[in-house]
């Protein structure tokens, strides 16, 4: 069991949130959360990449010059990829990146990653954190206040919430999810994760939600 701090907007603390990592996973495997990061890499590669081969460049096939009796190499075409101004011999090709992992395997990567940051004491509660408009200013205050200035943050919320989107990001190494849109990449690439009480609670939620729909299922 892990106890967590609670604070407010201005740095101090009002009460603490009991979490036990093995209720968010029962376990942790680096190499499952390796292949989910992989994968959602991969579908951010946008495979636009193009060289033409010797039938895309544009020059005659004639050949250069007769085959023997000229003391050289014999060649063929012009546009041979060995020849400057050829084409490329191995040609690259757009191509589509993306693939999938079991929709299981990921949806137990996101709390495997989410429970190593619990573990690793690198998760941040907070009772409230919500603005009448959208004010950068008064979310770079909340940030200095809990010492979280300056380092690469995940501020995640119950659900989506279109002024703290809004206030951060304009903030550099800080980017909002709501706790429906997590994933293993992004829980594991900012060094910190900023989360309302209520979003924990909403993510614990959705656990019991998925193991009880499980079970259902199962009987």
Request: charged residues 25%; aromatic residues 4%.
């Amino acid at each position: 069991m892990v106890s967590l701090k609670i604070y407010n907007r201005s740095g101090d603390e009002v009460g603490t949130y009991e979490v036990d990592p093995a209720e968010l996973a029962p376990r942790i495997s680096k190499q499952l959360l390796h292949d989910a990061v992989v994968m959602y890499q991969a579908n951010l590669r946008q495979g636009s990449v193009k060289t033409k081969s010797r039938g895309q460049v544009a020059g005659s096939t004639r050949k250069m010059y007769r085959q023997k009796g000229t003391g050289n190499a014999r060649a063929g075409s012009r546009r041979s990829g060995v020849r400057r101004g050829g084409g490329h011999i191995k040609s690259r090709q757009p191509r589509d990146w993306s693939y999938r992992l079991p929709r299981k395997a990921l949806r137990l990567a996101t709390r495997m990653a989410v429970a190593a940051k619990v573990q690793d004491g690198e998760v941040v509660l907070i009772d409230d954190l919500s603005f009448e408009s959208p004010s950068t200013k008064g979310m770079a205050g909340i940030l200095k206040a809990l010492n979280l200035a300056g380092s690469s943050l995940l501020v995640t919320t119950a659900g989506l919430d279109e002024n703290v989107y809004k206030s951060s990001r304009n903030i550099a190494n800080v980017a909002v999810s709501p706790v429906a849109e997590l994933n293993a990449l992004s829980v594991l690439k900012p060094r910190r994760l900023l989360m309302t009480k209520a979003a924990l609670d909403a993510f614990r939620e959705r656990i019991a939600g998925k193991a009880k729909a499980a079970s259902t299922t199962a009987e």
